[in-house]
């Protein structure tokens, strides 16, 4: 069975400062993994995604993430934060083959301080 | 291209009660996903619908039900509301089922207060 753990529902970090967004995963097959990001009143979209192949993932506004497959991580990076990052971050994580579900971590909400 | 519309926005019913929710994909997707988000549970995965036919489902009781359309427009129903389904409802849409990359598009959702 595949799981996402999402290390701290709350972050915060000053505007400017370097944003760091922890997930690993659990899964028994190589897994496909995803940034969704969710603002206030509004449904998911999705930052960026890793399915094979280079294991450093470029997504919208300035974010990145690197697949580590000995750590089992997924962490979400930014350089430097903007006030308009202020949302929540949900990593997800599925694999190929047949109808497979995706399953979502619980959740981490940035908080940036001007 | 419009995303994905979700009808009605906001909810408000009754214990006891049933609702129908609806969800329309973006153009040319055929698979539909349904998703339940509270703050306790987060994000929760309902159903998903492929080409008319439920291809995966969720550990939710058998008061949540769904069915998909051939124009590729998804429903969601709750029969016997309790306390506990008060949450937003998610659908996501996709361009297929099983797809390596699996993106999906979400809708705004559907926010369901039973009282």
């Known amino acids: 069975a595949q799981s996402v753990t999402q290390l701290g529902s709350h972050v915060s970090v000053s505007e400017g400062a370097l944003v760091l967004l922890r997930c690993n995963y659990s899964?028994?097959?190589?897994?496909?993994l995803f940034w969704y990001v969710q603002y206030p009143n509004q449904g998911l979209q999705l930052l960026l995604k890793?399915?094979?192949?280079?294991?450093l993932v470029k997504g919208i506004n300035g974010f990145e993430a690197e697949f580590k497959k000995s750590e089992t991580s997924f962490h979400l990076t930014k350089p430097s934060a903007h006030m308009s990052d202020a949302a929540e971050y949900f990593c997800a994580v599925s694999y190929s083959g047949g109808y497979q579900k995706v399953t979502f971590g619980t959740g981490t909400k940035l908080q940036v301080i001007p | 291209k419009a995303g994905v519309t979700q009808t009605p926005r906001y909810l408000i019913k009754t214990r006891g009660q049933q609702v129908t929710l609806s969800c329309s994909p973006i153009?040319?997707?055929?698979?539909v996903s349904w998703y339940q988000q509270t703050p306790g549970q987060g994000l929760q995965f309902l159903f998903e619908?492929?080409?008319?036919?439920?291809?995966n489902k969720g550990n939710f009781p058998g008061r949540f039900s769904g069915r998909q359309f051939s124009n590729s427009r998804s429903e969601m129903n709750v029969s016997t509301l309790e306390l506990g389904d008060s949450a937003l409802y998610l659908c996501?849409?996709?361009?297929?089922?099983?797809?390596?990359?699996?993106?999906?598009?979400f809708g705004p959702g559907t926010r369901l207060t039973v009282t």
């Open positions: 153009s040319g997707h055929r698979s």
């Open positions: 996501a849409s996709s361009l297929f089922a099983g797809a390596t990359s699996y993106e999906q598009y």
């Open positions: 899964s028994s097959v190589p897994p496909y």
């Open positions: 890793y399915t094979t192949g280079a294991t």
């Open positions: 619908y492929f080409s008319e036919t439920q291809r």
